[in-house]
């Protein structure tokens, strides 16, 4: 029991810290512009500095094929103490990185690096620590188990919100902002000692005997197309409703009602609070009723308030609307998200689980989830209509449908924990 919670807790803290870091380079992406950017104009620094952010989420699909291949080859443990080591460093790096003015063009190099790093470490982390506290859950719980999980993410991104902010404040050094990136390196040192104390994951244990492929994904590849692409999907359903939530809602707010950045911020981290809650419960339900059933009960909700929640704000385009609208797409992140890990579990055995479900996860996240808010506003502006979102998210709905009623189990549940399973590897 204890060796259990252990090791979700290990998986937890490091999930948390991934998105920790994602979270404060963001918050801090306009501060950093200058001072490792300078460009003599304020908007390109900014964009160089955004697309530095964006460049670690090119290579999450990368990182889901890295690390996906260690953890079906050698071990859950082994692939997750690796990641948290891994983004560990530049998370240090950037905290202690001199800036262009004393070091020069190395500055931006080096803080691109450490961008590419992280985002290949958050390819492999989210999917494989989802696996490994869904094969410790007890039968019956894997969606619970897999929901929390994902709330821990959520939990690193409040918490990191709140470390920039506090670091902003007017009686704060001018380097102030380098303090939650140090401080990110100890929860990251913890984390690691926790996660190399851990055992392996049970279901990893029990088939270890077996024949593994050289290349974990090429066998994927082969005889698991569907299911790859189905869990592409499912990655991007997962995602889209929540980014438009906000990143697109955001932007509304600050360009349609020029609310200041403080309120905004201050409003998605409500947000975010929000679904960290309802995650876990959503689990709950899904283990009671069926992980399917949910997402599918979800993904038909999204379709048919699709337009009904957008025609309210091109009517009445009001804060209290857009706050409304939030809720109601954070219900649907947590309604399809909470269970979704634990369904993409059973798409694949063992020993192409994480491969599996790393790299499409990851894939169908980058693609159509992390480019939802380009994707909508270019469609609002093309459309000429604040309606476009809704055809997004009727799209983002039909595409869950589709792959969760497509995915086909290659197993019946994640094998539960059994005693006398325990051991180092």
Same mark, same amino acid.
């Given at each position: 029991?204890?060796?259990?919670?252990?090791?979700?807790?290990?998986?937890?803290?490091? @999930?948390? +810290?991934?998105? $920790?870091?994602?979270?404060?380079?963001? *918050?801090?992406?306009?501060?950093?512009?200058? #001072?490792?950017?300078?460009?003599?104009?304020?908007?390109?620094?900014?964009?160089?500095?955004?697309?530095?952010?964006?460049?670690?989420?090119?290579?999450?699909?990368?990182?889901?094929?890295?690390?996906?291949?260690?953890?079906?080859?050698?071990?859950?443990?082994?692939?997750?103490?690796?990641?948290?080591?891994?983004?560990?460093?530049?998370?240090?790096?950037?905290?202690?990185?001199?800036?262009?003015?004393?070091?020069?063009?190395?500055?931006?190099?080096?803080?691109?690096?450490?961008?590419?790093?992280?985002?290949?470490?958050?390819?492999?982390?989210?999917?494989?620590?989802?696996?490994?506290? =869904? !094969?410790?859950?007890?039968?019956?719980? !894997?969606?619970?188990?897999?929901?929390? +999980?994902?709330?821990?993410?959520?939990?690193?991104?409040?918490?990191?919100?709140?470390?920039?902010?506090?670091?902003? /404040?007017?009686?704060?050094?001018?380097?102030?902002?380098? =303090?939650?990136? #140090?401080?990110?390196?100890? &929860?990251?040192?913890?984390? $690691?000692?926790?996660?190399?104390?851990? @055992?392996?994951?049970?279901?990893?244990?029990?088939?270890? @005997? !077996? !024949?593994?492929?050289?290349?974990?994904?090429?066998?994927? /590849?082969?005889?698991?197309?569907?299911? #790859? *692409?189905?869990? %592409?999907?499912?990655?991007?359903?997962?995602?889209?409703?929540?980014? %438009?939530?906000?990143?697109? %809602?955001?932007?509304?707010?600050?360009?349609?009602?020029?609310?200041? &950045?403080?309120?905004?911020?201050?409003?998605?981290?409500? /947000?975010?609070?929000?679904? %960290?809650?309802?995650?876990?419960?959503?689990?709950?339900?899904?283990?009671?009723?069926?992980?399917?059933?949910?997402?599918?009960?979800?993904?038909?909700?999204?379709?048919?308030?699709?337009?009904?929640?957008?025609?309210?704000?091109?009517?009445?385009?009001?804060?209290?609307?857009?706050?409304?609208?939030?809720?109601?797409?954070?219900?649907?992140?947590?309604?399809?998200?909470?269970?979704?890990?634990?369904?993409?579990?059973?798409?694949?055995?063992?020993?192409?689980?994480?491969?599996?479900?790393?790299?499409? $996860?990851?894939?169908?996240?980058?693609?159509?989830?992390?480019?939802?808010?380009?994707?909508?506003?270019?469609?609002?502006?093309? +459309?000429?209509?604040?309606?476009?979102?809704?055809?997004? +998210?009727?799209?983002?709905? #039909?595409?869950?449908?589709?792959?969760?009623?497509?995915?086909?189990?290659?197993?019946?549940?994640?094998?539960?924990?059994?005693?006398?399973? *325990?051991?180092?590897?």
């Amino acid at each position: 029991m204890k060796e259990r919670y252990k090791a979700i807790f290990a998986a937890m803290i490091g @999930n948390a +810290l991934e998105y $920790y870091d994602v979270m404060l380079y963001g *918050f801090f992406a306009t501060m950093l512009a200058p #001072l490792f950017f300078p460009t003599g104009n304020q908007a390109t620094s900014v964009i160089a500095s955004l697309g530095t952010f964006a460049a670690g989420f090119v290579m999450r699909p990368l990182g889901g094929i890295i690390f996906g291949h260690l953890g079906d080859r050698f071990g859950r443990r082994y692939a997750l103490v690796l990641t948290i080591f891994l983004v560990t460093i530049p998370t240090l790096t950037i905290g202690l990185l001199p800036t262009y003015a004393e070091i020069g063009i190395a500055a931006p190099v080096i803080l691109v690096i450490c961008r590419l790093l992280q985002g290949l470490c958050v390819g492999g982390e989210y999917s494989g620590a989802s696996i490994f506290v =869904i !094969e410790y859950s007890k039968k019956g719980r !894997e969606a619970f188990a897999g929901s929390t +999980l994902c709330a821990s993410g959520f939990f690193g991104g409040v918490l990191g919100t709140f470390a920039g902010f506090f670091c902003t /404040l007017s009686f704060m050094p001018s380097w102030g902002w380098r =303090i939650p990136f #140090l401080l990110g390196t100890l &929860i990251g040192l913890v984390g $690691y000692y926790l996660r190399s104390r851990v @055992n392996e994951s049970p279901a990893f244990i029990s088939h270890k @005997n !077996e !024949e593994i492929a050289r290349v974990p994904l090429l066998k994927v /590849l082969q005889k698991r197309k569907k299911n #790859l *692409f189905c869990t %592409m999907g499912v990655g991007a359903t997962s995602l889209i409703p929540f980014y %438009m939530a906000s990143v697109y %809602m955001g932007y509304l707010l600050s360009t349609k009602l020029h609310i200041p &950045i403080s309120q905004i911020m201050l409003i998605n981290v409500g /947000l975010n609070i929000f679904v %960290m809650i309802l995650l876990p419960l959503m689990g709950m339900v899904a283990d009671k009723f069926g992980k399917k059933n949910v997402m599918l009960l979800t993904a038909l909700i999204s379709f048919l308030i699709a337009y009904p929640l957008f025609f309210l704000l091109e009517k009445d385009l009001s804060l209290l609307n857009v706050i409304f609208v939030q809720i109601v797409l954070g219900i649907i992140t947590a309604g399809f998200g909470a269970p979704s890990t634990a369904l993409l579990a059973t798409f694949f055995p063992v020993h192409e689980r994480y491969s599996g479900v790393g790299f499409g $996860y990851a894939l169908g996240g980058a693609l159509l989830g992390g480019t939802t808010p380009l994707i909508v506003a270019s469609l609002s502006n093309i +459309l000429d209509s604040a309606l476009a979102p809704a055809s997004y +998210l009727m799209f983002s709905a #039909l595409l869950g449908i589709i792959c969760v009623t497509l995915g086909q189990r290659e197993v019946s549940s994640v094998p539960p924990l059994k005693r006398g399973e *325990f051991q180092h590897t």
